[in-house]
DNA sequence: CCGAGTTGTTTCCACTGTCTACATTCTGCT
DNA sequence: AGCAGAATGTAGACAGTGGAAACAACTCGG
């Protein structure tokens, strides 16, 4: 770590802390290309040898997220846990990572500035929802039958789960729209499954 | 409709339509004041005589969008309908919206440009949140019993159904999460209630 | 008929993202 | 070692944005 260099060294991942940075401080609307760069030390020019534009850094910041939403989910599930304790985990995860990173979770499943296209995020995007699939298939589902079981019970859990969080993540928003009553917790909406093994 | 008048005469409905264009034909991102005044035929600073800003227009065409979303739902809904036709056909309009109107779900359910605060908007968002409440108090889930029973069966069902559309809507973010395949029809994945009339 | 309020225009400002030209540093080849 | 060229960062210009203020045109009640 000399003192000043001309060459920052470590600029892109400096941009992705700043931009995270600013995201948890002034939320979305905060987030701009300039201001990233002034918070890492930077010209306003700076980072397009490093991603392509704000669309670029933007997706590069989602991609992060979904690391850190896939870390949450996997908090706490130990190979001895049994099935329904990871699913159990899993959901809280997800909750949690939504109502301690809202805006975040709010860059990450939003249409925000146009798609952001990029295949590092798409990867950590699957990767994340791959926790969720994981535990899906093996879990039997009453109403799920048929070819497709697998898929629908996925499915159903990754909206329930999604919608839920939605909800609970913008706190304000989603007691406005539930009648100002606070959402009850995860684990006591969870639909009955039943486990194949 | 005379000629051409210095006053508009309906100016406020008329940005509205003109927003709700915008959105259907580029999307989020091209929907910018200007944008909306000059298809309005009108110069950028007139909006401020009918709405706060631009957040205030957003917030008037997301209320509109609320406003429609609980009629999507409400659609196919006769006296006459048994509760199960109910929920099927609210769930349903409910998933069809998010497909025929993605731009306008996005701006309803997505943090956009700070969060969008307006009487308007939060009673039509209530408004539409009630269809889905009213068919919830009837239903009676296996897993929901003691005081909040109404209120969980409730979230359940909002959240199952939120996270659906929000998979479903935006097609290919959906896909790309879920592997590439399609999610099949909401009503197959519905869980498993029972009715209590 | 006229003054006050409403509605729309014009002009300016700060800010944004992107582009181009240039400065500095690093890397690899001879 | 030395030097060309790539990589990285800077400075400035540009078109676009939303917002604010001063001004103009229209409407309407006394």
Known sequence: MKARKYHHGDLKNALLRAGIDILEEEG????????IAAKAG?????PRNHFDGLNGLLAAIAAEGYRRH???MQEGITPESSRPEQLA???HGYVRFARENP???????????????????TAAARESYAVLKGIAERIDWDKASGPDAALRTEMMLWSFVHGYAHL????EAGTARCGGIAPPDVATVIPGFSYID
């Open 89 to 91: 985990a899993a959901m």
């Open 103 to 121: 805006a975040l979770f709010a860059l990450m499943f939003s249409p925000v500035r146009g798609t952001l296209r990029d295949p590092d995020l």
């Open 28 to 35: 979305l609307p905060g987030l701009s290309l300039r201001a």
């Open 168 to 171: 609970y993540a913008s706190q």
């Open 70 to 72: 896939k870390a949450y």
């Open 42 to 46: 930077v010209s306003h020019a700076a």
